[in-house]
């Protein structure tokens, strides 16, 4: 089983850099691939960055597209997302989530997720 908590959030200014990490209690890590979200107060939940189950392939969304980057690290079970050039609608609850479909840039289709960290970029 999956079991995932998110850390690294915090208040930024823009153009700052953060590193989220998501780290996995479970022992089937490996075994999902991975992804970020991100929900603004008032708005959907929208995909942010995907990973693969080997970390060989990786997309992101246009809006972050050369600003994050997501790897993982199945040895210890992490996933991250390095942020840089931050703005502030970058502003958001950052999610992890795990999923057995490849490629998926559809929340519905990850069954795990994290409890989210905060990520506020000040302008």
């Known amino acids: 089983q999956v079991q995932l908590v998110e850390s690294g959030g915090g208040v930024v200014q823009a153009g700052g850099s953060l590193r989220l990490s998501c780290a996995d209690s479970g022992r089937t890590f490996s075994g999902y691939a991975m992804g970020w979200f991100r929900q603004a107060p008032g708005k959907e939940r929208w995909f942010v960055a995907g990973?693969?189950?080997?970390?060989?392939?990786?997309y992101y969304a246009d809006s972050v597209k050369g600003r994050f980057t997501i790897s993982r690290d199945n040895a210890n079970n992490t996933l991250y997302l390095q942020m840089s050039s931050l703005k502030p609608e970058d502003t958001a609850v950052y999610y992890c989530?795990?999923?057995?479909?490849?490629?998926?840039?559809?929340?519905?289709?990850?069954?795990?997720w994290g409890q989210g960290t905060q990520v506020t970029v000040s302008s």
């Open positions: 990973i693969s189950y080997i970390g060989g392939t990786t």
């Open positions: 989530a795990a999923t057995r479909t490849s490629y998926s840039r559809i929340s519905r289709e990850y069954p795990y």
